[in-house]
């Protein structure tokens, strides 16, 4: 191997651990380490790994493995103290996570002893100012932190982005020790604090404290010195400190940083850990990361001589890895941003949708780690809903009530044009596609958006129920559903107004027609895009008008037996694009604030209730437009507080699809958070979609109390009798097959056996 000589700057875990793994891979390398602090000098406490973690590192460096190993505090199991609304529960313990907790200081002693060991030469109390001097080797890796002086000196080339966390926390000790990693929430006259603590040797413990800003600033502690805020925090939690104190080193309320580089090198610098990557402290990945991508870059060094592919292939193979790790810490850190809103719940409730709030931890995977939790959890969600619990029933297969309407379990199938209709009649292919997924086991069926004119159409394709020829073929569908299943079937009512006059998807997606087109509707003259047909702005007679359609077709819809009807308010059709400023840009009373640019919907809604009478209404929303300037999170809130006062019974929560423009974030199940807030928050029943594809996910959800019902689409149109063979993966016999089928109930549980 050629000699190289290696400059780091930055003697932390990450740094440290390069240096080591580097000169391991070749000795005959030149390694300086550059730290400004003292070698005994640090902040912080303790620091986490998992059981996954530890392997990585003892396939790297066995030696530094062992070292450490020798001398963590490990435990498998965590614990949730609930103390809000004036009553403190018992602690809930859940078992199978595998993490251990080491002091900072230690770690850093046993990775400075490994790498003298080695021979790499540590400089400790070098304050390195001037980056460019230090580049006088051939490769200067910065591993220098969150506050990255080569981050900033190559700023233009690594693009960093910094996102601001919105709830201060301090990181605290104590001499406690902890037979779990703990979370506790409590609740005092300021407001809702959490803490993160774990130990991490025989008598010390990490003790993070954290809050909202409004109940940081009622307790005055944006102004409290450190030693007032430690009084605080120990008068607070004295219950779980029994009589020890809480320490501090250098410690103050700080909001967390999350930092993401697009550029990970430059030339012949590279940067390292929290330099290039941070993620909220909620899932304990920071050193993590910082020492993984020590594997990955000394890795790439050795197997790759030009040193340019080198650095690429360290950012390829680690930026994956980071982002999924970076996302789930998102999620955790927004769960627990918003904790005061979370633990208004049971503390059955609280302590799952704590576990599973980065979507790392599901049902199943829980159900693995600890089966006796997920029994008991099971249990008491069975009980909640009023089911015998001397049989197993997963969440998904307990039954929910809407109004008077009771459907046999939670599993819907999500509304889905299949753009095959003639002149908006449906036939066979709709009695087919709806009634074999009413027979796979669904609860509830929705019919796909079913136009209430024919100029509300999205294309030539879509059914609809404005005549007397649709009403038959629809009551036959309805029939059918009935007749042969348990499951309730949902129709959903809908007028494209801009978004109309197109092609069918397959012929190309929002495309006008090239001929047969028809005139269009919208709160203002906008065209979708500038290829589509610009509308006309609805005065008032078409208003009345368009309202008076929904109202026929809602009354035909009661004669051909619906159980649920669902009004479309979202992805950009006519009702959806009278509540985002992006398309409603009138200036009369139906324009404006989001209480105007929601009358016309609310009047067609009322009406709508009118001859619905007593049953199940529904409406689907978009809950964000993902655009700047338009629909937010926030109005959705406020959008379902006045559906419910409209005597709304469900919310089915998408986002977006209402402007060309927008800049969606996806992932699994990315909008159901959006129906949980709405759920929790506005007290409504919600039905999440979006990215769900199987009953674990749907079991999660429901149990984490993120929503009431849970759609899916593609999974269906995979599987038309999902439902049927969920129950029979999940061992649960209480789901009823078609009489003709039964004999396939038996051999597909033996399948999912074995």
């Not at 070098?126 to 000196?153: M, P």
């Not at 674990?696 to 019902?709: E, F, K, V």
Request: charged residues 25%.
């Amino acid at each position: 191997m050629t000699a190289r000589r290696y400059h780091v700057l930055g003697g932390g875990p990450a740094g440290l651990y390069f240096a080591i793994l580097a000169k391991k891979a070749n000795p005959e390398t030149e390694i300086t380490v550059f730290e400004r602090n003292a070698a005994d000098d640090t902040f912080g406490w303790g620091v986490v790994f998992s059981d996954e973690t530890l392997g990585n590192l003892e396939e790297a460096d066995a030696s530094t493995y062992r070292a450490i190993r020798e001398r963590f505090a490990y435990w498998d199991a965590i614990d949730m103290h609930l103390d809000v609304g004036g009553r403190r529960h018992a602690p809930v313990r859940t078992g199978g996570h595998g993490f251990c907790g080491i002091g900072r200081m230690r770690l850093l002693l046993l990775l400075q002893e490994r790498a003298r060991e080695l021979g790499v030469v540590l400089r400790f109390g070098e304050e390195v100012d001037d980056i460019e001097a230090l580049r006088d080797c051939d490769l200067l890796v910065a591993a220098d932190g969150i506050n990255s002086k080569t981050r900033d000196r190559y700023q233009a080339t690594f693009q960093p982005t910094i996102e601001h966390g919105k709830s201060p926390f301090i990181w605290l000790g104590t001499h406690q020790t902890f037979e779990a990693f703990t979370f506790i929430f409590r609740e005092n006259d300021h407001g809702v604090f959490n803490v993160h603590a774990y130990q991490f040797d025989p008598e010390t413990s990490t003790f993070i404290v954290e809050t909202d800003e409004e109940t940081w600033k009622r307790a005055a502690l944006d102004q409290a010195t450190e030693a007032q805020s430690l009084a605080y925090c120990q008068e607070l939690f004295a219950p779980e400190l029994g009589g020890h104190d809480l320490l501090a080193n250098r410690s103050s309320w700080i909001r967390f940083r999350t930092i993401a580089c697009e550029q990970w090198h430059h030339e012949n610098v590279v940067l390292l850990g929290d330099a290039v990557h941070t993620a909220h402290f909620s899932v304990g990945s920071g050193t993590k990361m910082a020492m993984e991508d020590s594997i990955e870059l000394a890795a790439a060094l050795a197997a790759e001589p030009d040193r340019a592919r080198a650095l690429a292939r360290y950012q390829t193979i680690r930026k994956d890895s980071v982002g999924r790790t970076q996302k789930a810490a998102a999620q955790s850190k927004a769960w627990f941003e918003q904790s005061a809103r979370h633990v208004r719940h049971p503390p059955e409730r609280v302590n799952f949708s704590m576990l599973s709030r980065s979507r790392r931890i599901t049902w199943e995977n829980m159900k693995l780690r600890d089966r006796p939790y997920i029994e008991g959890l099971e249990r008491w969600y069975a009980a909640e809903q009023g089911v015998d619990t001397a049989r197993s029933t997963p969440p998904m297969f307990t039954p929910f009530r809407l109004r008077g309407l009771e459907l046999p379990n939670r599993v819907v199938v999500s509304p889905m044009c299949q753009y095959s209709a003639t002149d908006g009649l449906p036939n066979d292919w709709h009695l087919v596609h709806l009634g074999s997924r009413a027979m796979g086991g669904a609860g509830l069926v929705y019919t796909e958006m079913t136009d209430v004119s024919a100029e509300g159409r999205i294309t030539p394709g879509c059914t609809g129920l404005y005549d007397d020829a649709q009403q038959a073929a629809w009551t036959r569908i309805v029939d059918f559903v009935h007749g042969q299943t348990p499951a309730k079937i949902a129709i959903q009512l809908g007028h494209a107004g801009r978004k109309g006059a197109t092609k069918l998807m397959w012929e190309g997606m929002d495309a006008p027609l090239d001929e047969g087109g028809w005139d269009l509707l919208a709160p203002s003259a906008l065209p979708w895009t500038p290829a589509n047909v610009a509308p006309r702005e609805m005065n008032r007679e078409d208003m009345v008008r368009v309202r008076d359609e929904f109202v026929a077709s809602a009354t035909r819809a009661l004669a051909c037996g619906f159980d649920v009807l669902e009004l479309h308010f979202a992805h950009g059709y006519l009702l959806s694009s009278f509540l985002t400023p992006l398309s409603n840009q009138r200036t009369d009373e139906y324009g404006g604030d989001l209480a105007s640019r929601a009358r016309y919907p609310l009047e067609v809604l009322d009406a709508v209730r009118e001859v619905w009478a007593d049953r199940p209404l529904a409406v689907r929303i978009s809950a964000t437009d993902w655009v700047p300037g338009g629909f937010t999170e926030d109005d959705a809130v406020d959008l379902a507080g006045l559906l419910r006062d409209h005597g709304v019974d469900l919310v089915d929560v998408s986002a977006g699809q209402t402007s060309p423009d927008a800049r969606p974030v996806y992932g699994r199940a990315f909008q159901t958070p959006f129906a949980e807030r709405i759920r929790n928050e506005v007290g409504i029943p919600t039905l999440a979609v979006g990215n769900i594809y199987d009953h674990d996910r749907i079991n999660t959800i429901l149990a984490a109390g993120r929503a009431d019902l849970v759609a899916l689409a593609r999974a269906h149109l995979a599987d038309p009798y999902f439902t049927l063979h969920a129950a029979a993966e999940q061992g649960f016999e209480g789901q009823p097959w078609p009489l003709q089928y039964r004999a396939a109930g038996p051999v597909m549980r033996k399948m999912a056996e074995e």
